[in-house]
T-cell receptor, first 115, second 115 residues
Framework: DTGVSQDPRHKITKRGQNVTFRCDPISEHNRLYWYRQTLGQGPEFLTYFQNEAQLEKSRLLSDRFSAERPKGSFSTLEIQRTEQGDSAMYLC?????????????FGPGTRLTVL | KQEVTQIPAALSVPEGENLVLNCSFTDSAIYNLQWFRQDPGKGLTSLLLIQSSQREQTSGRLNASLDKSSGRSTLYIAASQPGDSATYLCAVRRGSSGSARQLTFGSGTQLTVLP
């Protein structure tokens, strides 16, 4: 257990529905990241927060995706009008911001299946 | 664009053997490199982080090396055990310009250690 928690762990939804995932980082970490991982591949970066500010967004993050970190603590990732191609593991990570020694700690992930 | 490659994609060894996992990256202007372990259906566990100014890091039976000029890193596992069976991922964080915090991952090496 890295100290990063994600909820739910599994989500099955029908195409076209909206889903929301939550990430609780390690409490003193001011940096939070979302990644997406498909089977047999490494994680791909989606977005990054420093405190409550969303500072980076990948081109993978289409208009149907939105992420928030309202008080600089937990974060939510919402996918609207889900598509089958959204099926993946969504991983959250956090870090303390220690320059070149900055280690990202990952949560257990939320596995999304879109039927 | 940074690309990270891990070869082989899968490796099977008998218990007790020493082994080396390889990671190569195309852009040598990296900030740091992390090695992770991922068990099936689970999140990522950080194993070692090597800063760009370092040549190697050690933790227990694990030793990671970094050669920025050739764009390579290796993860050495001594006296392998069945519990080491997992997928090993390497990830690089690019140079410090701007807010480039995200990690770029390879696809991983799936290691099986046979009893």
């Amino acid at each position: 257990d890295t100290g990063v928690s994600q909820d739910p762990r599994h989500k099955i939804t029908k195409r076209g529905q909206n889903v929301t995932f939550r990430c609780d980082p390690i409490s003193e970490h001011n940096r939070l990241y979302w990644y997406r991982q498909t089977l047999g591949q490494g994680p791909e970066f989606l977005t990054y927060f420093q405190n409550e500010a969303q500072l980076e967004k990948s081109r993978l993050l289409s208009d149907r995706f939105s992420a928030e970190r309202p008080k600089g603590s937990f974060s939510t990732l919402e996918i609207q009008r889900t598509e089958q191609g959204d099926s993946a593991m969504y991983l959250c990570a956090s870090s303390l911001g220690q320059g070149r020694a900055d280690t990202q700690y990952f949560g257990p992930g939320t596995r999304l299946t879109v039927l | 664009k940074q690309e990270v490659t891990q070869i082989p994609a899968a490796l099977s060894v008998p218990e007790g053997e020493n082994l080396v996992l390889n990671c190569s990256f195309t852009d040598s202007a990296i900030y740091n490199l992390q090695w992770f372990r991922q068990d099936p259906g689970k999140g990522l566990t950080s194993l070692l982080l090597i800063q760009s100014s370092q040549r190697e890091q050690t933790s227990g039976r694990l030793n990671a090396s970094l050669d920025k000029s050739s764009g390579r890193s290796t993860l050495y596992i001594a006296a392998s055990q069945p519990g080491d069976s997992a997928t090993y991922l390497c990830a690089v964080r690019r140079g410090s310009s701007g807010s480039a915090r995200q990690l770029t991952f390879g696809s991983g090496t799936q290691l099986t250690v046979l009893p």
